[in-house]
């Protein structure tokens, strides 16, 4: 929490210091299985599913153990690079993924635009929307003491034609597959995103799983991980 507060300052980690506020330091998932508690709200911190060892975070399985922690009104989200208004073939493939792997868990799921793009998920139907006003009316009836989003951020942010063009792009990508702790779709399809940025040309991954298949591209990419010493 140190670290935290000299990095963050003061107004980011003030949380931190509420009695009501318990701190664990050790394995996520690990901590999910072992907890004797039901929670409200689950948020996923972890940064992208660049490597195998942060996929893990990102599978079904993963999920199913954060929803048998989840109250039946409760919420779990989480945060993944993309863009603000276009997304591109390998990124709706990415999104679509994780998606699709939230979906084998939970029942509601919704995709809220812009970098990072954020997927929040619940056990229920009706509690989730991307409707700004709607949002906003929450926020007012709450008198919640927001910093960051304010409504001008949020009606942005969630402009109806930045959620048509996530939904078009993912709704249309080829079937990417659930990420699963043994078949660590994500982990390939985040590669593929990052491939295509910075080639800026067709992908040798996506070229080869059309060749090969998802499951030989994804042994042979783990092989090569592994001999290489890639984490």
């Keep these: 929490s140190g670290m935290a507060r000299k990095t963050f300052g003061d107004q980011m980690t003030q949380g931190l210091g509420d009695p009501r506020v318990d701190l664990h330091f050790g394995d996520a998932r690990f901590f999910v299985k072992r907890a004797d ?6 948020i996923l911190g972890a940064p992208d599913p660049e490597t195998a060892q942060l996929n893990r975070f990102y599978t079904v399985q993963a999920m199913e153990e954060i929803a048998r922690g989840l109250r039946p009104e409760g919420l779990v989200g989480l945060t993944v690079s993309s863009t603000v208004n276009y997304i591109s073939d390998e990124q709706a493939e990415f999104l679509g993924s994780l998606k699709a792997t939230m979906e084998k868990v939970f029942t509601s799921v919704i995709i809220l635009p812009g970098d990072p ?44 034609e930045r959620i048509l063009e996530i ?6 990508a080829e079937e990417a597959g659930v990420n ?17 940025e910075f080639s800026g040309s067709a992908s040798f991954l996506s070229v080869a799983r059309r060749l090969a298949g998802m499951d030989t591209v994804l042994l042979c990419s783990l092989l090569v991980a592994v001999l290489l010493g890639v984490p």
Excluded at 37 to 42: A, E, I, L, M
Excluded at 119 to 125: D, F, G, Q, T
Excluded at 130 to 140: K, S, T, W, Y
Excluded at 180 to 196: E, F, M
């Design 117 to 160: 793009c954020h997927m929040v998920a619940s056990p229920s139907r009706g509690s989730l929307t991307r409707d700004a006003d709607a949002l906003i009316e929450r926020v007012r009836d709450r008198e919640l003491d927001v910093v960051f989003t304010r409504e001008y951020y949020l009606r942005d942010r969630l402009a109806p």
């Design 167 to 172: 939904d078009r792009a993912v709704d249309a």
């Design 180 to 196: 699963s702790d043994l078949l660590p779709v994500g982990y390939y399809l985040r590669l593929v995103v990052w491939q295509k």
């Design 37 to 42: 508690k039901s929670y409200d709200v689950v």
